[in-house]
Nanobody, 131 residues
């Protein structure tokens, strides 16, 4: 049974940093794209960042470029999201997602954006940024 478990969320002041982790089990994801998504209160889930199996050329949504960094450790079956210069608009539940099979990163991102039920999802971790 595949499981994704996010951790690292919490309450932080504006300008602060957090590092999220997503540990996968039940399957080796070293050849699969993975991504981070978030959902703010009263808003739809949105894409944040995604990374290919090799870690090259990650994708970011415009609002987090230059502040967030996605990375992965395939040996540990874990993906990370380093978040710096946080602001209240970054508040939300952050979810980890993993692809179901190996393919180009862009194809994976388009699939998830097209249907939110796609892939493997974690339970989410809450990030709250106070002003």
């Amino acid at each position: 049974q595949v499981q994704l478990v996010e951790s690292g969320g919490g309450l932080v002041q504006a300008g602060g940093s957090l590092r999220l982790s997503c540990a996968a089990s039940g399957r080796t994801f070293s050849r699969y794209a993975m991504g981070w998504f978030r959902q703010a209160p009263g808003k739809e889930r949105e894409f944040v960042a995604a990374i290919s199996w090799s870690g090259t050329n990650p994708y970011y949504t415009d609002s987090v470029k230059g502040r967030y960094t996605i990375a992965r450790d395939n040996a540990k079956n874990t993906v990370f999201l380093q978040m710096n210069s946080l602001n209240p608009e970054d508040t939300g539940v952050y979810y980890c997602n993993a692809d179901r099979y190996p393919r180009p990163l862009g194809d994976y991102v388009r699939e998830v954006l097209g249907r939110w039920e796609y892939g493997y999802w974690g339970q989410g971790t809450q990030v709250t940024v106070s002003s």
